[in-house]
T-cell receptor, first 116, second 112 residues
Framework: DTEVTQTPKHLVMGMTNKKSLKCEQH?????MYWYKQKAKKPPELMFVYSYEKLSINESVPSRFSPECPNSSLLNLHLHALQPEDSALYLCASSQDWPGANTGELFFGEGSRLTVL | AQSVTQPDIHITVSEGASLELRCNYS??????LFWYVQSPGQGLQLLLKYFSGDTLVQGIKGFEAEFKRSQSSFNLRKPSVHWSDAAEYFCAGGGATNKLIFGTGTLLAVQP
């Protein structure tokens, strides 16, 4: 199994809603990532978890709250988002961290978020 | 500062023609370099990677890339493009910061 699975594929939410994005991998990878991608732009790193601990937070606003319940799961909790937060949110995993140097990142298909 | 540059925002080629997508990097030491492809509405898929050794790297889907230290380049090539190759292509580099730095991407269109 070489897949990273993200749910939901599409999400529409209002600015007062609370929702969550979910990511799952069963490759035994110990590092998991959240990226944000706006249209026609490269992915931007948001968070990195290594061995279920938050290793990197790229100064992401607190309305985005990551959670790593176990080594296979990664959540992104959303609350009080703004319309400019509308984007494709990509989850990725790698064998280890630091993994970007020496390993491959496996990406999910993303969750398309629209904030009204 | 470390950076990855893709000079071409958009490229159109005819099906069956050869392809070269450009990527330049700026790193203090030799970085680890990657090419990813993204189809519309999809995640990114790794095409190939360079860490060290042979400067000509073979990847999936018939792609290859050549690392040229003298030109700080890692260009992606394919001898004959198929319509299914139409997608966004991202060059990326990893270095001392342990973070993957993406280029701005090149959108490839394939004409019949």
């Amino acid at each position: 199994d070489t897949e990273v699975t993200q749910t939901p594929k599409h999400l529409v939410m209002g600015m007062t809603n609370k929702k969550s994005l979910k990511c799952e991998q069963h490759m035994g990878h110990r590092a998991m990532y959240w990226y944000k991608q706006k249209a026609k732009k490269p992915p931007e790193l948001m968070f990195v978890y290594s061995y279920e601990k938050l290793s990197i937070n790229e100064s992401v606003p607190s309305r985005f709250s990551p959670e790593c319940p176990n080594s296979s799961l990664l959540n992104l909790h959303l609350h009080a988002l703004q319309p400019e937060d509308s984007a494709l949110y990509l989850c990725a995993s790698s064998q280890d961290w630091p993994g970007a140097n020496t390993g491959e990142l496996f990406f999910g298909e993303g969750s398309r978020l629209t904030v009204l | 500062a470390q950076s990855v540059t893709q000079p071409d925002i958009h490229i159109t080629v005819s099906e069956g023609a050869s392809l070269e997508l450009r990527c330049n990097y700026s790193y203090g030491a030799t970085p680890y370099l990657f090419w990813y492809v993204q189809s519309p509405g999809q995640g990114l898929q790794l095409l190939l990677k360079y860490f060290s050794g042979d400067t000509l790297v073979q990847g999936i889907k018939g792609f290859e890339a050549e690392f040229k230290r003298s030109q700080s380049s890692f260009n992606l090539r394919k001898p004959s493009v198929h319509w299914s190759d139409a997608a966004e292509y991202f060059c990326a580099g990893g270095g001392a910061t342990n973070k993957l730095i993406f280029g701005t991407g090149t959108l490839l269109a394939v004409q019949p």
